[in-house]
Structure formats: structure tokens, C-alpha cells
């Protein structure tokens, strides 16, 4: 199986929460499947590629997917045309954002819907595409991760995620 992954948030010596979650978990897929090849599809050139093996290919494509037109272009534009070139059979993406124009099969991570209930917390300029895009993200996905209990309910609460997609 080839199986494109979002690194985006794989900067060497800066790595924070999603960062982490997608370094310990590609670290650890890419250990045990070796049988797999894996695309890893960055925003930015990287000194150095924090995950590297014979089943892995690392892709820099830009603009860097920090703010809400890089965001869409990154997902909408550039990953489509990547997943197309590098013929891939799914796509997962761990930091709660999706593309929404390829038809390759994507996961999707949702760490939490904390833009839900905490608004005020989410910058301003940020907050209409969250909940613009958020709820096309859950539909999109073929299946999503919840990381606890906890946010598979909310999920399903406030969002009419189907339990068997989770």
C-alpha cells in the first residue's frame, strides 16, 4: 500500500503537539510496515527529514499551510496534484485539516473541536474557516481518528459524525 502522510508540522527542533503526535506515529508506522511505502509531504524545505527509510519518500510542496489561502491552496490544489503524481491509495492527514477535492481516500485525525466551544480562543481571522470548513472535513474523510472517548462524543454530538466513521 502507498500511503501519503500531511508532515507539515515535522520541523526538526520544532516540533509541538501535532508535531509530536505526527513524528511518534509515522515514526512507529513506518518501523512496522515496512512493506508499505510512504509519502511524506511537506510545506517548507526541511534541514533534515525526521522520518527517513527505504519505504519512505519525503515531497516539499509549497506555499507554507499556515494561514487560511495557503491552507486552502496547500490542500486543494497542491496535495490533489501530489497524491496524483505519486499514485497513492490513501491519504492521512494528522492535524485536522483535509483536502476536499481528491479522490483518494483520506483519514483524518481530529484532535478536538476546541474551536467549538471556545471561540474566543481561535483568532478571529481563523474562526470563519473552521466553521466553514470543519464539518466538509468530517463528511470528506473516509474515517477519523479521535484521540479520546471524549472527542468521538463531541464529534458525534455536534457534528452528526456517523460512529462506525470513527
Not at 489561502?69 to 503524481?85: G, N, T
Request: net charge positive; glycine share 4%.
Amino acid at each position: 500500500m502507498k500511503i501519503a502522510i500531511n508532515a507539515r508540522f515535522l520541523q526538526a527542533g520544532k516540533l509541538e503537539g501535532l508535531g509530536w503526535y505526527t513524528f511518534e506515529l509515522c515514526k512507529r508506522w513506518v518501523e512496522t510496515h515496512p512493506q508499505d511505502e510512504f509519502v511524506l509531504i511537506y510545506d517548507r524545505p526541511q534541514d533534515q527529514f525526521l522520518i527517513a527509510g527505504p519505504n519512505v519518500v519525503s515531497r516539499v510542496i509549497g506555499p507554507k499551510a499556515r494561514h487560511f489561502f495557503s491552507f486552502w491552496y496547500w490542500f486543494d490544489v497542491q496535495i490533489p496534484r501530489i497524491l496524483r503524481q505519486q499514485q497513492v491509495d490513501v491519504f492521512f492527514s494528522p492535524d485536522n485539516f483535509l483536502s476536499l477535492t481528491t479522490s483518494v481516500p483520506s483519514v483524518l485525525t481530529t484532535h478536538d473541536i476546541a474551536h467549538f466551544h471556545f471561540p474566543a480562543q481561535v483568532a478571529m481571522v481563523h474562526r470563519p474557516y473552521y466553521w466553514w470548513f470543519v464539518p466538509k472535513f468530517l463528511r470528506k474523510a473516509k474515517k477519523i481518528l479521535a484521540l479520546t472517548e471524549f472527542g468521538k462524543m463531541d464529534l458525534i454530538q455536534h457534528y452528526q459524525v456517523p460512529p462506525e466513521k470513527l
